[in-house]
């Protein structure tokens, strides 16, 4: 049957053809089909979630929607057009916006020169003329952005801002973002979604990807699960549950809670005393830390994004030199003592830094030659072991479910989950005394996550240390036995997880502690 | 508008099928140039393949030429895999000549050939890598970019060179003409097949260093470096231990080299015993992509080329001209690793034309009419 568009008004087209709609996608990479005959229909003036576990074929998808990828079969229509996108430009060029999850912004430059960046209005006269439209759409859309305020200044959430109106400017009203409030503070997130829900209201259509399901039952409208390549369906959140989207992205009930062994009796492990590390300026980045830390226990670190985790972690790894203080592991203090000999000790640290490729993993090499990195160093001679490499690559690939074609790929081809499921694989393989880990399940869905928890509860239950930094406050209370809350480089609180409740956290996150005035400086300008 | 956009990469037999069919397109675009400039196309490339691959002479120099630039660019591999960028190995391998050959003056005469040839080979050895080591060390401990330092130490050796042919070591035997005397025969590689025995010493490299980057502790950890130095230190890595040890490696590799070259065919020290290779090597090396059997294919093509547009121009055709194809064929063997992995989008001004409507036919059939298709949730299941 041949297809005839019925003569129609704009407006009431409008009103009866979706924004997106994608049929029978298809598309294979070698021997791996990333999408199996997927079904996706985005209406006008929805937020639509796009739900899956890593490697269920989200991004393969929109990839296919951005026009990065040419899909092997099926068809895509826009606005009831059927359209064929040859790169992403033709993509950009009909209205679809991209947020991705990491910023693609020039530092040094201003918003409204990172907005007009690429389009021609940067140039001279222009330039006045962009700052005004950025302006009007800032203004309409309640997003707190300077259009002269360099980027290097911005927070996170402005940052974001700035990536959303970059889409805007090039007139897109269909927008996808890809877990955009994975790096966003709870605040943040609520000013996020203020946004998106007044975009809505003028008729944009929105992809929304992300793993919180809360997120996604309190913003969305409809949702499209995925499970391994394939669509299980559309549902209206009005009509849902948690629990129920997980069984679609599972394919089975799924546990929710989190089990907490009790705390073994194996003595104390780490204690750290009055830790002060100082960057290349003077500023203090931690501040008289001081914290003990027994075996079999969990000991969970909350804090707005740079309240000095990192440092903390880099610290008992040996790369970072602390000023003052002493970090005693089974009463040595290893202040001082190269990466190597903290290894050997039997500290080891699976820290995933935003740039999870960054520091833990070899991006170009293979799982085999990433799982020795630690320890090709602790055998005698000169040659690499790499039969016993590879069958512990192939053990920890099967024992965590990792999804790769073979323990031969290159890590920077597989997706987050299994890139950090490589990473703690490695970590808990070298069987460490005391193990630090920093935002494991970042970016992770909510069964990897799950794996992850286990995991880390088995370690527990064999006498690990575990000092575990995390994001979620709902996770570390359920996990850890206690959290220690750090703000501007000092410890506000460490407080029980079994009796605290998450708001008193989230005053300790600001500086507010029960006995003492806000310390001056902490926490400023990161809320 | 013409734009280059990022495709999944081509691997496999279709990336070679690609390899292949870009220097056929090469020759054939060679061939088309040498009709139009009115020679013989036939009697051309016949020269060039007889003068290559022909003839004893040909082969032979075909061989010679190849190990030079084998050796070389196994060398600068190594620190490349670690992302250091070695664009000295020219000095390091007139500075393995230099050592080599006062090695040979050393020695006091009467020295058994064997022990000879072998102190000269570790005085070449060493020689590389202590020019190597100069900007190796002020890299790790000042932060001096190595590709302008080791650039400029090049222009030092050959002048050192110069000063020791003019002065220092200048034959007093040569009637006032400002040379440096030969080395003595006993310190000559021997022939073996034909060739003078640095081509086996080419091999051998080429193996070690394949099993070097790949199979050793110390090589895995330059491929680390080279990704990345955070991660190196996140791993326990010594980075300054194994930048230094690379650079050594890499430069007392150009040394060899160069002790192979004074010894296999110069048989003189002088500034010319380079000739060029410590660069050359470098387009070899990146044109196998830093993989050790690759390179050893590639210089003996890259030789071959050399070798056979010299037998060209002796045929009648100007130099220019094999130039030309020396060119074209380099040019389509560099631009097919970039076809592999990008490709060029033609696109017109109008965005909207990209939009085509649906084929009448049975395509339809799976999407039916849209308005359909956006009527009242589907259920999921």
Redesign the interface.
Known sequence: ???VHPEQDPAERRR???AI?M??ISKA?GSVQANRDV?F?V?HGEIHALLGENGSGKSTLMNILSG??QPDAG?I??R???????????SI??GIGMVHQHFKLVEPMTASENVAMGTGDGLSRSRAKAAERIRDYAARFGMPVDPDKKVADMSVGEKQSVEILKVLYRGADILVLDEPTAVLTPQEIEHLFAILRRMREEGASIVFISHKLHEVLDLCD?V??LRKGET?????VAGTTALRLIE?MVGRAVDLSIERPPVGADGPCLSVRGLTVRDALGVAKLDGVSFDLAHGEILGVAGLAGSGQKELCESI?G?VHPQSGAILFHERDIVGR???E??RMGIS?S?IPEDRL????????DIA?NI???D??LYG????D?GSARRKAQSIVDRLAISTPSIFHPVRKLSGGNIQKVILGREIDLSPKLLVTAYAVRGLDIHSSYTIYHLLNEQKRKGVAILYVGEDLDVLLELCDRVMVLCGGRVTGIVDARTSRKEEIGLLMTGVTGDAPVPAGAGEGKA | MI?I??K?DTVGLRAWAVRAGAILAALAASVLLVLLMGYDPIRTFGAMLQGAFGTEYGRINTIIMAVALAMTALAVSVAFSMKFWNIGAEGQILMGAFAATAAARVLPEGTPPVLLVLACLLAGLAGGAAWALVPGLFRIYLGTNETLFTLMMNYIAIKFVVLLRCLAWKDPAANGFPVIAEIPAGAFLPPVLGVHAGWILAVLLAVATYYFLR????G?EI??VG??E??A??????VRRVVVTGVLVSGAMAGLTGAVKLMGVAHTLSETVAGGDGFTAIIIAWLANLSAPGIVVASVLFAALKQGTLAMEIVGSPPSLSDVIKGLILMAALSTEFFLRYRI?V?RRD??A?????P??P?????G???E??AP?????
């Open positions: 049957m041949p297809y009866i053809d979706p709609e049929e029978g990479f079904r229909t209406r990065i990828y068809t229509r826009l009831g057009r059927e359209v064929v996108f040859r790169s992403p430009r033709d060029e009909l409809r499209t699960v299980v369906g559309t549902v209206d679609m790894a790369l190269s990466p190597r903290i290894i640290m820290f960054g520091m833990g993993l070899v991006a170009s090499m030659d020795m990195l630690k090709y160093a001679g000169f040659l690499l790499r | 734009r956009v990022r999944e199979s050793t502790k110390l895995y491929r680390v990704e990345s955070r991660t230190r996140y791993a326990g890595m010594d989008a696109e965005a909207h990209t939009a085509v409507h649906p009448a036919g395509g339809q059939a799976e999407g009419p849209s308005a298709a956006g949730a589907e259920e999921g299941g």
